[in-house]
């Protein structure tokens, strides 16, 4: 039986804000005193943070706002015959600065931060420990689209971007045009090469895995763009790293480690892409992707995106999936993606989709 397309979107971003939360706990945790807290087989299942079970970070609040971006960029590309998908996921992310409490530079109206449906979620209006590179980045954004004046290669750029391979695959988009609408969103917090390709990285193999391609057939669709691009050594030398130690008798814990600590973006995108190629089943990939020195959260989200997109929701444990907070509000902008391109919206008027889609991704 074929695996549903829906499920395949739903379990990406399910799966990357599963691997988040169970992250959360351990994020600024050394993997010794994770250790020392959970006992030797580290973190297992949901710990409290930020005040309960199975609470997200700002890794999956910004998916979230990326999502909802490029959602407007297609209603106002239907309803208005002209768009910009960078620059309606930068206005969507001024939304995310605001939810945190902080505003850009721009002077935006009210009524336009307040606008659609995604920020009326109350639970998205708290900070859990966002990434001074974005906050600073989106806090200087003088126009929409603008990018980024800064040389970070973080990871809260690649973090953010499994929405933009969802989006690409519903649109029947060119590998190509994946990759490069990947690097565009991460080019607006973040100003280094390697902070821009990883992402196109991403985006690529979500594209491919929701189509049904392997992980090794992913992320070799996306190398073949990669290796292309100027400035790809970085990325690339982390890749080949990650799909050489799959081959190797080197211990799953022991490559982590050598594969770094997941801060930066290559190197979180490394561990991530390692912990897919050798998972048995989403529960054990998860918990290994977490269980580091690192950016916990982060490498966790990013490998739960891939696995979701590959094995579909019903590989999620129940157990995490039932506690995960915003899980219909996740679970329903993920079906929004799969949807969208058979909404009725025409620029002459008349679709039958255009009220209620204009005023939940109003296309500004």
């Not at 336009?112 to 639970?123: F, P």
């Amino acid at each position: 039986m074929t695996l549903e397309m829906t499920s395949r979107f739903r379990g990406c971003l399910l799966g990357g804000a599963v691997g988040d939360a169970l992250g959360a706990a351990v994020e600024f945790l050394s993997h010794e005193e994770i250790q020392a807290r959970f006992g030797s087989d580290g973190i297992a299942d949901y710990a409290p943070a930020y005040g309960g079970l199975g609470r997200i970070t700002d890794d999956t609040q910004m998916t979230l706002f990326t999502a909802e971006g490029l959602l407007r960029s297609h209603v106002r590309g239907c309803l208005r015959g002209i768009t910009t998908q960078s620059g309606l996921v930068s206005s969507a992310y001024e939304r995310w600065l605001y939810t945190q409490g902080e505003r850009s530079r721009q002077e935006t109206e009210q009524e336009w931060l307040d606008s659609g449906w995604l920020i009326k979620q109350r639970g998205l209006h708290s900070r859990r420990a966002p990434g001074m590179t974005c906050l600073s980045a989106l806090k200087q954004m003088r126009a929409y689209g603008d990018k980024a004046q800064n040389d970070s290669k973080g990871c809260g750029g690649v973090m953010r971007v499994a929405p933009v391979g969802l989006f690409a695959h519903a649109m029947g988009a060119s590998h190509e045009m994946c990759f490069e609408l990947g690097e565009e969103v991460c080019a607006l917090t973040h100003g280094h090469v390697t902070g821009q390709l990883t992402g196109g990285v991403l985006a690529v193999m979500i594209q491919c895995l929701v189509a049904g391609d392997s992980m090794a057939q992913a992320l070799a669709h996306a190398l073949c763009i990669l290796e292309r691009k100027p400035g790809c050594g970085d990325t690339l030398q982390a890749l080949e790293q990650a799909r050489a130690l799959t081959e190797s008798e080197t211990s799953a814990p022991a490559a982590v480690v050598l594969l770094g600590l997941g801060w930066i973006a290559e190197e979180a995108l490394a561990i991530a892409v390692y912990c897919a190629l050798t998972a048995r089943d989403f529960r054990s990939a998860i918990q290994l992707a977490v269980n580091h020195d690192g950016d916990s959260d982060s490498t966790g989200a990013i490998t739960g995106n891939l696995l979701g997109a590959q094995w579909g929701e019903e590989a999620i444990p129940s157990d995490w999936l039932a506690p995960l907070e915003l899980h219909d509000v996740i679970g329903e902008i993920a079906k929004d993606l799969h949807d969208c391109p058979r909404w009725e919206l025409y620029t002459d008027g008349g679709g039958k989709d255009e009220k209620w889609a204009w005023e939940k991704y109003p296309g500004y």
